[in-house]
């Protein structure tokens, strides 16, 4: 299963338009409703991202983490920002950049051996 290349395309387009409004955020210093749209398209992208990679493991517990928690980044978006919302939310960014770097670990000592 892979991404339509067109689609690839505007997936990557999206993620540079957040990256730009983000570090111009830094210089312009946006009003807090902008600020909040940037984040919600940050956020819902990487959910995205999370849910797609989810789909390609192999192993079932990995595949329900990475899209359990790009589900959980784009839901929280439409919640109330709470002190436990913010936490889920920075395991739900950690754990699978932590999986993927372990994972990706595991193969190399596969191929060694």
Not at 14 to 42: P, Y
């Amino acid at each position: 299963m892979k991404l339509n290349p067109l689609l690839q395309k505007l997936f990557f387009f999206l993620i540079a338009i957040v990256l730009i409004a983000k570090v111009m955020n830094w210089f312009l210093d946006f009003n807090s409703e902008i600020n909040t749209i940037i984040n919600i398209a940050m956020f819902s992208l990487i959910g995205m991202a999370y849910i797609y990679t989810g789909l390609f493991w192999d192993k079932k517990l990995i595949q329900t983490i990475f899209i359990l928690c790009g589900i959980f980044l784009i839901g929280m978006n439409f919640l109330k920002e709470t002190t436990w919302i913010s936490i889920m939310a920075i395991i739900c960014l950690l754990i699978p950049m932590v999986i993927g770097r372990i994972s990706s670990k595991d193969k190399k000592e596969l191929a060694e051996q």
